[in-house]
Nanobody, 113 residues
């Protein structure tokens, strides 16, 4: 059974940082591209970043330079380091294993003073 469990969300002030984690079980993690998406209230879910099995990364334009996506295949975990957070970054952040159409439950990130 494939499971994705996110953690690390919370309340942060504008300009602050958070690190999200996504622990994956039930698959050979190192084989798969992993992605983070986010969905703000009243908006469509959008891609934040993805990382291939080889470690290559791709970021949405608005996240470039501020967010860093990495993976630890020994721990079956993918990490999203978010710096310079802005109020428009308030959303539920979801981890995704798209090849298998699997999603985590989401973790809330709120950027507010």
């Amino acid at each position: 059974q494939v499971q994705l469990v996110e953690s690390g969300g919370g309340l942060v002030q504008p300009g602050g940082s958070l690190r999200l984690s996504c622990a994956v079980s039930g698959v050979i993690f190192s084989f798969y591209t992993m992605a983070w998406y986010r969905q703000a209230p009243g908006k469509q879910r959008e891609l934040v970043a993805d990382i291939t099995s080889g470690g290559g990364t791709n970021y949405a334009d608005s996240m470039k330079g501020r967010f860093t996506l990495s993976r630890d295949n020994a721990k079956n975990t993918v990490y999203l380091q978010m710096n310079g957070l802005k109020p428009e970054g308030t959303a539920v952040y979801y981890c995704s294993l798209q090849d298998l159409a699997r999603w985590g439950q989401g973790t809330q990130v709120t950027v507010s003073s």
